[in-house]
Each structure stands twice: as C-alpha cells, then as structure tokens.
C-alpha cells in the first residue's frame, strides 16, 4: 500500500519506518524542514534503539522517503496516518491545533478513495471532527476516518510497534476496517488481536491504557511512602503482590514519578474530558497530585539528610536525565524538576546522561544551565560531590558500581530514585544509601561521623 505519515517525530517516524519494513511505500512528512533534511540524508533525529538498520535498509530499497510537501504525499496515499502532537493545552485540555490544521488541508487532496488514520493521542469525539473538517471540501464517499491509537513505548518502540500485543482500530466503516486489518496482518502473526471497535471506544482506550499505568505506578509509589514510614520494604510488598495473576508483576517498581510525553498529559487530558461531560474522576486526581509530589520527594529526603534545604556550597552529581532509560525524550522527566529545585536550593551539579543531554540543555532553565557542568561519562559525574543523585534507571548505572563507590566518591552518599541497587551490598560497601520505598543504609553512621 501506499501510505503518508503526517508528523515524523517518536510515532511517526517507528510507524512509518516499520510500515515501509512490511512492504509498503511509505512517504513521511514533517514541517521541520531541517528534521526532513536531516532524514534524507540518512541521519535518525532521535535515539530509539533498533531503528536504525530498519531505516536504513528501507532507504536503501527505496521504499521510505521524507519530505515537506504534503500535498504530493497525500495525493498518492491510499491511507493517511496523522501522528502529530497532542500537546497539553493551558487547562490540561489536549492541544488539538496540529491535527485539526492538517485535517483542514486534506479535502482538496483526496482523489480516490483514502483512509484518515489519526494515530497521534485524541479526546473522544476527535474522528468526528476530522471528518467533519475534512469533509466540508471532499465529498464523503471519498474517505473515512479511522482512529488508531498508538500503543509503543519509546526505548522499545521498533518491538513494539513490530510485534503489538493488540492493534486498536475505531470506525464504523467496514471498507476501513478491513484496509487496516490488511495493513496491521503482518504485524500480528503470533495471533495478537486486531480488536476493532466504534472510534469512541478507540479514543478513549488509549487514554484509558495509560491512565490505569499511571494508577498503577503511582499506587506503588504510595505503597513506597508507607513503606518509609513504617519500616516496610517496597521490593519485598511488590513480590507479596506482583505474584497474585490479578495484579501481575509488572509496573509495580516504585520511584520517583512517572514522566514522558504520554502519561502526564494524557492523566490530564482523560480528567479533563471527564470534567466537560460533568464527571469529577477523582482516582486520576488523586494521581496527578501525588506524581507531583513524587518527582522531587527525593530532595525532601536531601534536605532530610543534609539538615538544611539550603544547598549552597554543595555540589550533586546526577545519574539520568532523561524520562526513562533507552530513549533520549526528557518531556515531563523528573530530573527536569529536581535539577531545578536543587539548583535554586544553591547546589550546583554535575550532570551525566548516555543519551539526553543535548535534549536535557534545550528543556532545561537558564538556572540550571549556568550551575550544572555536564560530563560525558558516568563516572566524572562523581568528582569530587556531596551525593549522588540517581533519577533515570540506565543499564550501566547497575553495573558494579555499588561495590566501588567508596573508592570514587569523597563522600559516598546515594540518593537513588530508581531503586537500583541491592540494600546488602550497599550495606557491605558501607555507602550511605538512601532509595525509594526501603530501609536506609547507613544514613546514620556516615551522617554522625561527618
Ligand atoms: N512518544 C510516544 O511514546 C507516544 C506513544 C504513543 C502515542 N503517542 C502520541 O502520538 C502523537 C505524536 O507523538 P510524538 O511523541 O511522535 O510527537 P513528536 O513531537 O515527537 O512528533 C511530532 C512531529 O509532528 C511534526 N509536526 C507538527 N505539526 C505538523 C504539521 N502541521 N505538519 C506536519 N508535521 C507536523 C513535528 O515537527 C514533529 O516532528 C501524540 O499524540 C502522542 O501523544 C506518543
């Protein structure tokens, strides 16, 4: 088939990439003009691991192109993907300008019949809209509007995208179904379900899928806070539960909050929509409000440790700046909020990502610019600081790192969001080390020995 990705960021770019893999012809546009420049030339704008030998290999076959001319890639499309951003709106509304404009221009384009596939995240009643907008300069019979929810993570986004455990389509239209389930086939030969469903439904899936996730890791992270409290440990209460089939083991690892471009606006956008149609959702409240605290609960523990919240003179070294590890998207990322608030506190830091730092100086304050000196390898960010501060759960910060600590650090003092590390090597290698969710290890010898 022949198909135009509209919007060639983290989604686009995978499906696109991945569609072009399957055999079809693929041609991806983006108003970035650089970001188009930057893809012909061969060069993938974004860190996802697995994608570049699919890109290339489809280059080569001739089978994905990039471009600005939109008018060119939808004329010849036989199913057009909308994968733009849905960024929060001022009150937490999904910012629909993206797919509203482009949807504005498709009408004139359409001169055999074309699948609209809004794949990017879209409030209930979206499909409705697109049709409507572009049906007011096509003729009906020309199009329909499928929605398509797009379920990839990013760091695992080419698997994911390659192997779905279900494809989601929305449509009333049974012309579109089966032209998507023709598209998606090869994509779910182990027996995965394409579950097609009314465009509603589909919508508010998506936000359902990812509000439930956010429930769940926020659920964990107040389990964790108890833990704190009454002398609990998270891991041991995850296993307790995790192994009950009606909880399941995954999601349940407690830390520092939950970031990235899909969980907090689309947490907000789903309490928004339920607000307009008078329903007050008070789990997904509940949620938003403790994530927040969450993200920076690990500078209460510094000032907890440190006797002051005044940081002056003291300089941390920080381990992950991105949202999660494998991806270099730092949208929403914690470390985002706690390199602010330590460096207000007066601390200057020493900043080490494998893959965000360029993403992380773009996002990140003047403030914090001035007062951090990023380093290129994990171990320079351990000169000569007062404490490390662990906020993106990387491979290589697991490596035997725990053991060596003491040799590296002048202070060995560990504030991990992640929970990397085992409790009894750290308490064999006699760093303070202090994690989300269990015991402390050694706070008070090293703090009464300072
Ligand atoms: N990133 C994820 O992990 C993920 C996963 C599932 C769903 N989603 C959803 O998919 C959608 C896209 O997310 P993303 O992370 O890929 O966004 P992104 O910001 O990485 O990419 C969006 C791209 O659209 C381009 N664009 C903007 N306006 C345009 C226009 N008028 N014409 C052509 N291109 C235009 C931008 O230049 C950018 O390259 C969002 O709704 C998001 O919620 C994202």
């Known amino acids: ?10 989604v686009g770019l995978v499906s696109g990439t991945c569609f072009a893999d399957s055999g ?10 650089q970001k188009v420049a930057q893809l012909r030339e061969g060069n993938i704008p974004i860190y996802e691991p697995g994608l570049e030998p ?16 939109m008018d060119r890639a939808v004329r010849e499309a036989d199913i057009v993907f909308l994968c733009l951003p849905t960024p929060p709106g001022g009150d937490g509304q999904a910012d629909l300008s993206a797919v509203m404009t482009v949807a504005g221009q498709l009408g004139p384009l359409l001169d055999d019949y074309t699948v609209i596939v809004n794949k990017s995240t879209v409030p209930v009643g979206t499909a409705n809209r697109v049709r409507k907008a572009v049906g007011q300069q096509a003729d009906e019979e020309l199009f329909d509007v499928v929605s398509n929810p797009e379920f990839l993570r990013e760091g695992a986004a080419v698997d994911d995208f390659m192997k779905p455990e279900r494809v989601v389509i929305g449509t009333d239209s049974d012309r579109a179904a089966d032209l998507m389930t023709t598209l998606y086939e090869p994509f779910v030969r182990s027996g995965n379900p394409i579950i097609v469903m009314d465009p509603r439904s589909s919508e508010l899936t998506k936000y359902a899928a990812n509000a439930m996730l956010a429930t769940k890791i926020t659920f964990m992270n107040e389990i964790a806070n108890i833990c704190e409290r009454v002398g609990a440990n998270v891991d041991n209460v995850r ?9 399941g083991k995954r999601f349940l ?39 927040e605290s969450q993200k920076t609960s690990i500078v209460r523990k510094m000032e907890n440790y440190f006797g002051t919240a005044d940081f002056s003179g003291k300089t941390f070294g920080m381990w992950g700046l991105s949202f999660k590890p494998e991806t270099d998207d730092i ?13 207000k506190q007066g601390a200057k830091l020493l900043a080490y990502d494998p893959e965000a730092i360029g993403t992380f100086k773009q996002a990140t304050s003047q403030q914090v610019l001035d007062n951090t000196t990023f380093v290129h390898k994990q171990e320079e960010a351990l000169d000569n600081i007062d404490a490390l501060v662990i906020c993106t759960e990387w491979n290589e910060f697991r490596r035997p790192t725990v053991d060596n600590f003491n040799d590296v650090m002048k202070q060995p003092v560990i504030f991990d969001g992640r929970n990397l590390y085992d409790l009894e090597r750290a308490r064999k290698a006699g760093i303070t080390y202090i994690s989300v969710g269990r015991p402390r290890i050694n706070e008070s010898e090293l703090a009464t020995s300072e």
């Open 239 to 247: 296993r307790g539960i995790g192994t009950d089939s009606r909880i």
């Open 253 to 291: 690892f407690a830390g520092i909050g939950y970031g990235g471009s899909c969980f907090p606006k689309d947490v907000q956008a789903i309490h928004h929509t339920a607000s307009e149609h008078g329903y007050d959702f008070k789990i997904v409240d509940s949620v938003m409000k403790v994530n």
């Open 331 to 343: 949208r929403e990322a914690p470390a985002l909020y706690i390199a602010e608030e330590l460096v």
């Open 54 to 69: 699919i890109f290339k290999r489809c280059r080569r076959e001739e089978r994905l192109s990039f471009t600005t001319d």
């Open 24 to 33: 079809n012809d693929v041609t991806c546009v983006d108003i970035d003009e």
């Open 1 to 10: 088939m022949k198909l135009a990705v509209i919007g060639t960021g983290y």
